[in-house]
């Protein structure tokens, strides 16, 4: 890791489920994850790992006809988005969009650059990119926050 960044291969999808165990397992309150890349990345199964690994048993689908999929696990409350949809970010006002980055909320955000100007600044900025067979997954920590995660992702073992 270099500054802010690092970068991971996930050869399947059940390494792409590790990595956002991975993260899960280090995040904290507050925390908001931007997922970048073009369709069928797995964004949608990163996002899996993290939910299942704090807790959700049942299915945990891509948001991408109700933009947003909430999540009550243990005090901590998970919001899962997705913009793909989405045609104009002032349409982010029309369902409350301050009200879900919060203390003690971690947002998951597929598509981020679509709702440009009504999000807040993302903590970690994931890019997923095609790799041979995998995937390569580089994580960008764009605040404090997000490097104080990076750093014990990096440094405590994996769960």
């Known amino acids: 890791m270099t500054g802010g960044l690092f970068t991971v291969t996930a050869s399947d999808e059940a390494a792409m489920v590790a990595l956002g165990a991975r993260l899960a397992a280090v995040c904290e309150p507050g925390l908001v994850v931007f997922l970048k890349g073009d369709l069928g990345m797995g964004k949608t199964t990163f996002s899996r790992g993290f939910i299942r690994y704090l807790g959700h048993a049942g299915a945990v689908k891509s948001p991408t006809y109700t933009l947003v999929e909430p999540y009550q696990l243990g005090e901590l409350q998970v919001f899962h988005f997705d913009l793909y949809r989405l045609t104009d970010p002032e349409e982010l ?24 100007g009504a999000l807040p600044l993302g903590d970690l900025v994931i890019n997923i990119a095609q790799q041979a067979a995998g995937r390569c997954l580089i994580f960008d920590a764009a605040t404090e926050r997000g490097r104080r995660v990076l750093a014990r992702m990096l440094t405590e073992p994996a769960a």
């Open 93 to 116: 006002e029309f369902i409350g969009i301050r009200d879900y980055f919060g203390d003690m909320s971690v947002c998951l955000v597929e598509w981020p650059e679509r709702g440009l």
